[in-house]
């Protein structure tokens, strides 16, 4: 199978198409996860948690500081909450998103640190409900030292977050390009689809106005040839009607007069040969009519015993080879058929002369009729003669094709009676076929259709 | 002596008026009479468009309240913990039906002033927990109390996203009906 360069283009065109759809669909799916995670409005993009964290362990420095200047004056409620809080935001603080991501091994070993020293005065804070404010004093100045790294931390961590979040941002921009990108190659590729299509309707109407003028330039040149043939037939006739004539006259000594046994011979010779050609240029007018539509079909119901018989006459087997028998038999229920007389009588007068042609002398013939289990007519016309080699069959179906092992024989027949019985055949809505063995006889068998 | 007896009658029937009228000038909340005052430190404040109220236009829940309404267990896992996590607490619209909330969004916000947008849609779709205690311990400020909200995401694979993710406020007091 070959492929034209307008194919490999076409096959380009939807490879690339396949592409960029398939890449769209990712950008799709990619941009869908991007506005889900966008939907997610309270996810915190900016070191918030962080910043909170540290305002709540400034709140909470500044709490135990007063408690510490003036303990008689403060309650211990708000310094443990701020205290708690802390407590909880330094605990959760790795393992929430964005922080998971983001928190560098420093970052941790602080937060850490811190944790460790904020947890080491729980105890305090738990027994101050119940002891009083006064335990918590001592706590700012062993946790003061942590305010510069809690400073130091939160901003390191605000930095990063907002260097993730450009970094997300990024991304997002990144998959949008991409998504436009594959937008664009789908449209591209759909044009340039669009474009083929047109393309190819143009050319397909081209092609079809091509056609419909070869078809009528074809139509003319056949109905030329078949004139010309016609034409050229008829004025062949006329001057071999005179050669075949006066040859036989010759051959015959017609006038009288002392004619050498030699110019007999010669003139017999003329006259076979006039006959020969008068013989082909009736098949050749025969089968320009009939490619040319112009035998016109005329059915009549017909006695078929009886027209095989009239054919038999004509070509006079027995004379013609010394044929031993031939055999006709008809089914009763195929007495009568429906089809064109004078067609019908050339077929059978082709099949039999061939039958007896290629047939060896003492041959016996046999001219079978029956209907098929259809309702078509099959006649099989049989002979025990030199038969056809299987390779051979559809050569001699052609116009002029013999069969290569009947070439001793070829020059008797124009190598077209066959050709003209098959066309006749399907043009009366028939078939013909041929089975046959070389050195085993052929059987030609003809269907016609069922009468109408 | 018929006039006297009639008399009588429409004085009592004016003073049982002027009864009834008065003492529901004096007991304006007799209508959230399905809510109690609490008796221990308040845990949670609901405001906003809600129908019950025990402490001006809020409602104020102690920790014996939301127990009445029905305590409830939840073992699930959490996107800020390892492992499976056990919960007890009420159901989230349990605590909504109490209060006779009307509104589409609610705004949590925790003690640390953390706030959070979280729809009634989830709530009333999937069993969401305010959990008070975790592995069995009284949830404190400490590790995330008073009331931490829950979504069952093993029950509920669908909310195992990061939209509900940061939607489990901890910490919670105060809710906000919108």
């Not at chain 2, 400020?141 to 940061?166: A, F, H, M």
């Amino acid at each position: 199978m070959k492929f034209s360069r307008s194919d490999n283009f076409s096959v380009f065109v939807s490879i690339l198409t396949a592409v960029f759809l398939a890449l769209s669909v990712v950008s799709m799916i990619n941009a869908l996860a991007t506005i889900r995670q966008l939907q997610a409005v309270n996810y915190d993009n900016s070191g918030l948690a962080t910043v909170q964290l540290r305002m709540h362990f400034n709140l909470m420095m500044a709490e135990l500081r007063a408690i510490e200047m003036a303990p008689d004056r403060m309650s211990a409620d708000e310094a443990r909450l701020r205290y708690d809080i802390v407590y909880e935001r330094l605990r959760s603080l790795p393992q929430r998103p964005p922080y998971d991501e983001i928190l560098t091994s420093r970052d941790l070993n602080d937060l850490s640190l811190m944790f460790d020293r904020i947890k080491g005065e729980v105890d305090l804070f738990d027994a101050a409900p119940d002891e009083g404010v006064e335990v918590l004093v001592g706590v700012y100045s062993r946790l003061w030292d942590l305010q510069d790294i809690m400073n130091q931390f939160s901003g390191r961590v605000v930095q990063q977050a907002s260097d993730h979040r450009d970094e997300k941002r990024e991304r997002i921009v990144q998959s949008t390009r991409f998504l436009v990108a594959s937008t664009i190659g789908v449209v591209v590729t759909g044009a340039l689809f669009a474009f083929l299509l047109w393309r190819s309707y143009r050319d397909l109407r081209r092609r079809n106005r091509d056609l419909e003028l070869a078809k009528r330039d074809l139509e003319q040149a056949s109905r030329a040839k078949s004139q010309f043939l016609a034409h050229m037939s008829h004025e062949l006739r006329t001057p071999l009607n005179a050669i075949s004539g006066f040859s036989d006259m010759i051959r015959r000594k017609a006038v009288g007069g002392d004619i050498s046994d030699q110019y007999v011979d010669y003139a017999q010779h003329i006259y076979t040969s006039g006959d020969h050609l008068l013989a082909i240029i009736n098949d050749v007018l025969d089968l320009s009519k009939v490619e040319a539509g112009h035998f016109e079909i005329d059915p009549q119901v017909l006695a078929l015993r009886d027209e095989i018989v009239a054919c038999l006459y004509v070509i006079d087997a027995p004379k013609q080879n010394n044929c031993r028998a031939i055999n006709v038999t008809v089914a009763d229920d195929c007495e009568s058929i429906t089809t064109d007389r004078r067609m019908l009588k050339q077929i059978l007068i082709n099949l039999l002369s061939n039958a007896a042609k290629y047939s060896p002398e003492g041959c016996t013939i046999s001219v079978d009729a029956r209907r098929l289990e259809n309702g078509d007519i099959c006649v099989s016309v049989t002979d025990d003669g030199i038969g056809i080699a299987p390779e051979d069959i559809p050569r001699v179906l052609e116009p002029f094709g013999q069969s290569r092992t009947n070439v001793q024989v070829s020059h008797q027949g124009t190598g077209l009676g066959l050709s003209i019985s098959r066309t006749m055949m399907e043009q009366l809505g028939g078939s013909l076929t041929i089975e046959s063995q070389l050195g085993q006889g052929t059987t030609v068998r003809l269907r016609f259709p069922p009468d109408r | 002596m018929i006039l006297l007896v009639r008399h009588i009658l429409v004085r009592l029937a004016g003073a049982t008026i002027a009864v009834v009228f008065g003492l529901s000038l004096i007991c304006p909340t007799a209508a959230t009479a399905g809510l109690a005052t609490p008796a221990g430190p308040v845990i949670l404040v609901v405001k906003g468009k809600i129908g019950e109220t025990n402490v001006g236009d809020e409602a104020h829940f102690d920790r014996e309240m939301l127990m009445a309404l029905g305590m409830r267990s939840l073992t699930t896992h959490n996107p800020f913990e390892t492992g499976l996590q056990e919960y007890e607490g009420v159901l989230f619209s349990d605590v909504l039906k109490a209060v006779d909330a009307d509104g589409e969004v609610l705004v949590g916000t925790a003690l640390d002033g953390y706030s959070i947008e979280i729809p009634v849609e989830d709530i009333m779709t999937f069993p969401v927990m305010l959990a008070m205690t975790w592995n069995g311990e009284v949830m404190r400020p400490r590790n995330k109390g008073p009331l931490w909200v829950v979504y069952p995401i093993d029950q509920y694979p669908e909310l195992q996203d990061e939209t509900y993710s940061v939607r489990t406020i901890w910490q919670l007091a105060d809710i906000d009906v919108r």
